[in-house]
């Protein structure tokens, strides 16, 4: 069967580093763990050992076949064929149930799966996922160094950078490096008080142009005036000529709390 591109199909073939992926979430005998992209089961194959009960969700109709025949000894092993983007795991862990969440994720809709757990209302405790290397840099930047991704999963869970792989630990061998992440998703609104949604707007506003002046990113994408930009990034001691890049969670959360109380909304 030829891989599909289309479904970012990298499998890897490095028992090693499916065995590094796997620690990385500290598996034990009472976890429920959700595996996104199980592919050939190179990391399902491990995982189900260590574990009470596996949800594997693959997209494509014939991996997803082959993996049913090859776990079908293993009733606590439940391949779904759907997308991950779409399935509702409330219909197999119940809402009061920990989980974890694991996957080498396909390149292309890696940070929106990401993005669909950490903002489920059943999230995982923990996520270990492999992604392209340029986007787990992104997502666990520093300042001076952050983009909109960073802020956005940043603010809703710990983030740490594991380890990265070459292409020779897949076939077929993709063109980029990737690495492994792990988050921890926080329960609590990033933002306290504040509703979160106008915060990311917020945040949005102040990329939408990367390379400009933080003042100008503000100035291009809202209706505030010059006056209202400045007291703001003023009092939050955010100079306005700074990049967006350079500003910390702390900055953002600080500014935002500022437009907030101004009645300023996003
Ligand atoms: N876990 C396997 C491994 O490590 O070899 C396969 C990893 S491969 C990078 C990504 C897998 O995700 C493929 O099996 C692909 O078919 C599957 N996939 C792609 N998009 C998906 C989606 N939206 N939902 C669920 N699975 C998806």
């Known amino acids: 069967m030829k891989a599909k591109k289309s479904l970012g199909q990298n ?23 959700v595996e996104i992209g199980p592919g050939k089961g190179v990391l399902t194959k491990i995982i189900a050992d260590k574990v009470k009960s596996l949800i594997c969700i693959e997209m494509d109709d014939i991996l997803s076949e082959r993996l049913h025949s090859k776990f079908n000894s293993k009733p606590h092993v439940t391949v779904v064929n759907d997308d991950a983007l779409n399935f509702n795991i409330n219909q197999l862990i119940k809402p009061d149930t920990n989980y974890k969440l694991i996957g080498n994720l396909p390149y292309n809709v890696a940070s929106p ?61 993709p063109k980029v490096n990737s690495t492994v992440i ?20 917020m945040v949005r506003a102040g990329f939408s142009a ?41 900055d953002w959360k600080k500014l935002y709390m500022i437009f907030y109380e101004m009645g300023v909304k996003f």
Not at 122 to 151: C, F, R, W
């Open 182 to 201: 792990s988050l921890k998703p926080h329960n609590e609104l990033s933002t306290d008080q504040y509703p979160e949604s106008d915060f990311l707007a």
């Open 11 to 33: 499998f890897l073939v490095d028992i090693g580093v499916a065995h590094r992926i796997v620690d990385a979430m500290y598996p034990s005998h009472n976890d429920t763990v």
């Open 210 to 250: 990367p390379r400009k002046q933080i003042h100008n990113c503000f100035g291009n994408a809202t209706d505030l005036s010059k006056v209202k930009i400045e007291s703001a990034l003023g009092t939050a001691g955010i100079d306005s000529k700074s990049r967006p890049q350079v500003l910390s969670i702390a």
């Open 113 to 173: 799966i990401i993005r669909r757990y950490i903002t489920w209302n059943h999230k995982p405790n923990v996520i270990v996922a492999m992604l392209q290397k340029e986007v787990a840099d992104l997502i666990t930047a520093q300042p001076g160094k952050m983009g909109y991704l960073s802020v956005e999963f940043q603010t809703k869970c710990l983030i740490q950078k594991l380890f990265t792989v070459g292409p020779t630990v897949f076939s077929p061998k």
